[in-house]
């Protein structure tokens, strides 16, 4: 950092503690951290500029990593260094004691007490010499805090930084004032240890104690490998899909039930270009699938406690349906851009919110849909509410039954009927009718039969105006163009996967959408796309190809292309957004809860093929 060249994305951990989540390279550097939640303002950015927008690095003088890994079924870290003199262990969580260990209570709304992390070092040889150097910067590096020294509520010396309504304080050993850095050295010999806890708090209150620290990694360590449970796949598979689900257990907020896309925010999908976009938010569509795969392994509670937040977040005007809303189901997300950051690798502009929050995307509905039959087969009983919110979604796609929209990419081009959008527009009337058919759920005769109708109208309607001369399913009406999205199709129940049209539009996206390195893009960005400069394969599309063939008979491709997947995580098992397979090298924002949704159907995919 500091002039130095940009971490890879790849090169990063994730820590989490279901309320935010911060990212570490392998070097050790935190160079992302918002707190109190995911969608907060950063407070170490170096991510998206350098050093000076603010970092905590913590590593051992002259040392190397030797290992990393995460604590089986947990997302607690552990770091092992070797330097001439001896060797040390870091471990570093974000606890999930929900009273971070010191019986804090929850505050009104969303904002709680306090969160940590936690840096333990542990010398298991020889001694050896910590190094930190921290440098604290509110609101995305803009903010330089007030910083003294002072006590805890335990009397306990403590380093605590304020601006505005924010506060953090940093436990443990002292560092040092060293120009608006802070910096320290401690030595430690064989079996000695020393914790380091950077606590947020809101600044009106008093300063909160250190975290009982080995308490707290006990907890931590228990609640997230009871929650995990036992992952019943081939043993190929078995960590990738472990690590996946936790991933998306990680980005699923505790309190609110809400999934965000991602932690991060505009790390870029075109290196150097514009295709920079905050992932802090609940996309429906995203949380739909991801309850699929999370219902799939048996996580029920995660459905419930996301229903419950899609109640809370559409309650306030169905008719006025988004997207996506923020983490407490918040509609107001608006973007703009943070000039003073360079951006990552020189990727500018900086983006906060999200302006795709006002598009219509006509697939959302039926995404929901799915996933909201799939917990009523998974035997979650519906609430009060939850059947009248399903037949207004209902609605809500009746009403705009022909009105174009942006598709699932969310391209800011010209509205368009896109062929996934569609079919999934037909998805939407077919569970309604399901829901009613199948489970019997309440509507009236008229009800059901205006469903039928429209379900049959734009079934209709798929097959004349979404199938192109060749044969194959087309991006848009009227349009040549083949898009990923389409490998959805057979998910729908709309068609099985071997249908003639499915492989025709397979042969298309291997014609046009396929890579050097064997993976496809998501589209051809010269069309639809709206926006200047190219992207990446997108990863969780390459996954969608995988179960594809494993669902018409080309096991062994199948098996190859997710063998070629496996291979572009990083060695913990964690997937951006995109994949440039020519650089070696992930792109976009990270982790993202797509890719590793993706990641498990495939798996689930090959599973059945199997047989």
Same mark, same amino acid.
């Given at each position: ?262 932690? /991060? /925010? ?136 022909? /009105? ?23 998805? /939407? ?183």
């Amino acid at each position: 950092m500091g002039g130095m060249t940009a971490p890879l994305i790849e090169d990063h951990a994730l820590l989490s503690d279901q309320r935010t989540a911060a990212l570490v390279t392998r070097e050790g550097d935190v160079d992302w951290l918002c707190m109190p939640r995911f969608d907060a303002d950063a407070l170490l950015c170096a991510l998206l500029g350098d050093a000076s927008h603010g970092h905590w690095s913590l590593r051992i003088a002259d040392g190397e990593v030797l290992a990393r890994r995460y604590l089986p079924g947990t997302m607690v870290l552990e770091t092992t260094w070797r330097s001439p003199t001896g060797t040390a262990v870091v471990t570093e969580f974000l606890p999930l004691d929900p009273t971070g260990g010191d019986g804090a209570t929850t505050l009104a709304g969303d904002v709680e007490d306090r969160s940590d992390l936690v840096r333990s070092v542990t010398c298991t040889d020889g001694e050896v010499e910590v190094v930190q150097e921290l440098l604290l910067r509110f609101e995305y590096g803009q903010v330089v805090p007030w910083v003294r020294r002072g006590e805890d509520r335990d009397g306990r010396g403590a380093l605590i930084a304020v601006a505005g309504g924010d506060a953090v304080c940093l436990h443990g050993p002292a560092l040092q004032a060293d120009g608006r850095a802070h910096r320290g050295r401690h030595r430690l010999s064989a079996d000695e240890s020393a914790d380091w806890a950077l606590t947020w708090y809101p600044s009106w209150r008093e300063v909160p104690a250190a975290p009982q620290v080995a308490a707290a990694l006990a907890e931590t360590t228990r609640h997230w490998s009871h929650w995990l449970g036992q992952v019943r796949v081939e043993e190929e598979y078995a960590e990738p899909v472990a690590r996946s689900l936790l991933v998306l257990r990680a980005l699923t907020h505790r309190r609110t039930g809400g999934i965000v896309a991602a932690p /991060t /925010t505009s790390l870029p999908e075109d290196f150097g270009g514009v295709r920079n976009w905050d992932y802090r938010f609940c996309w429906l569509r995203d949380a739909a699938l991801s309850l699929e795969a999370l219902l799939a392994h048996g996580h029920v509670e995660a459905a419930s406690s996301w229903r419950d937040w899609l109640l809370r977040a559409i309650a306030g005007d169905p008719e006025r349906l988004q997207i996506m809303y923020s983490l407490t189901g918040d509609r107001n997300l608006p973007e703009r851009e943070l000039p003073h950051l360079p951006g990552y690798e020189d990727s500018v502009p900086v983006r906060i919110g999200n302006g795709a929050a006002a598009q219509y995307q006509a697939d959302v509905v039926g995404e929901v849909m799915i996933a909201l039959e799939r917990m009523r087969e998974a035997g979650l009983e519906e609430t009060r509410w939850s059947w009248p919110l399903q037949k207004a979604l209902v609605r809500y796609t009746a009403r705009r039954i022909d /009105t174009p929209d942006q598709g699932i990419w969310e391209m800011r081009g010209e509205p368009a009927f896109f062929t996934h959008g569609r079919v999934m527009v037909w998805a /939407t009337f077919d569970r309604a009718v399901r829901a009613v058919q199948e489970h019997g759920l309440p509507a009236d005769a008229e009800e059901l039969a205006e469903w039928e109708r429209l379900r049959d109208r734009v079934r209709e309607e798929v097959l004349a105006r979404g199938v192109g001369a060749d044969g194959a399913f087309v991006q848009t009406y009227g349009s040549t163009e083949v898009d990923a999205s389409l490998l959805q199709i057979p998910h729908t129940g709309f068609l099985p996967a071997d249908d003639p049209r499915m492989l025709a539009t397979v042969a298309r996206m291997e014609q046009d959408l396929r890579t050097e390195d064997g993976l496809i893009l998501r589209y051809r960005t010269q069309g639809q796309d709206g926006l200047p400069g190219d992207e990446h394969p997108f990863l969780v599309c390459c996954f969608w190809l995988v179960e594809q063939y494993a669902a018409s008979g080309r096991r062994d491709e199948a098996a190859q292309l997710m063998e070629r997947l496996l291979a572009s995580a990083n060695d913990l098992h964690l997937l951006a957004e995109e994949y440039d397979g020519t650089a070696g090298r992930m792109a976009g924002n990270f982790p993202q809860a797509f890719s590793h949704l993706g990641l498990i159907r495939a798996v689930d995919a090959l599973t059945r093929a199997a047989g």
